[in-house]
């Protein structure tokens, strides 16, 4: 499996020599869904303990010191269980990271994504969430706290639009669960909705916003059945 990646990009498969960061005329060959496989594919490599590009992490450093060509912008939750790109075998220069916690999207972050996009080329969007989240639990319980009060209350949209037969608790993982996914719905549905430049972006085909949930337990992404517009 990782030697179809190589197909795809040499530089984001553990196959290439160099094991060096993304060079734009790499990244530019790659297409939004060949990113996306390359990011299921690292994931497999992880979950198997294969060798990763993880090893490489000094070369990769000094490849990309000069300049930076990511593939993709990733909009995860700041869980210390979750690192993107360790669980998606990615290296250095290949993703900007975006991680706040319930992977909201607020003004700022959505700044975030236009700039990786818009300037800096990015061709993927993945709004992923992940079981047991915390954030999920406290909008859930409707937790007072600070500033966290205000994120909280951003996630509360997705507390309310899950289905659920059973009991709507934060002690109910499941629950818990359902909520985080339609969190990932609402937050690419939003990406969507309140940017004009990533919508110009969809419409022409070059960037695509994709969903996923990171499973704690058994370390598989769950990429969403369709990515895109909403």
């Known amino acids: 499996m990782a030697g179809a990646v190589t197909l795809v990009s040499p530089v984001l498969s553990v196959e290439s020599a160099s094991a060096a960061a993304l060079t734009k005329a790499e990244r530019d060959r790659m297409t939004p869904d060949d990113i996306i496989q390359a990011m299921k ?17 000094l070369a ?10 990511p593939a993709a ?3 995860s939750c700041i869980d210390s269980r979750a690192p993107a790109e360790m669980i998606m075998d990615l290296g250095i220069g290949d993703v900007f990271n975006a991680r706040v916690a319930g992977n909201i999207a607020n003004d700022d972050i959505l700044g975030s994504i236009e700039f990786a996009c818009q300037v800096a080329g990015a ?10 989240c ?14 966290l009060t205000g994120l909280l209350a951003k996630i509360q949209p997705a507390v309310d639009a ?45 960037v695509k916003i994709a969903g996923a949930m990171y499973n704690l337990e058994t370390a598989e992404v769950g990429f969403f059945p369709t990515a895109s517009k909403q």
């Open 41 to 57: 594919l690292g994931n497999e490599r992880f979950r198997r303990g294969q060798r990763t590009r993880q090893e490489e992490y």
């Open 60 to 69: 990769q450093q000094r490849a990309s010191a000069k300049g930076q060509y």
């Open 73 to 75: 912008v990733i909009l």
């Open 123 to 132: 061709k993927v969007i993945l709004v992923m969430g992940h079981t047991a």
């Open 134 to 147: 915390g954030a999920i639990k406290g909008a859930i319980d409707r937790v007072q706290l600070g500033n």
């Open 162 to 206: 899950t289905s659920y037969q059973g009991e709507r608790s934060a002690k109910n993982y499941a629950f818990v669960d359902a909520v985080a996914r339609k969190n990932v719905e609402l937050t690419m549905a939003e990406i969507h909705s309140r940017s004009a430049v990533i919508g110009a972006l969809e419409t022409k085909g070059t």
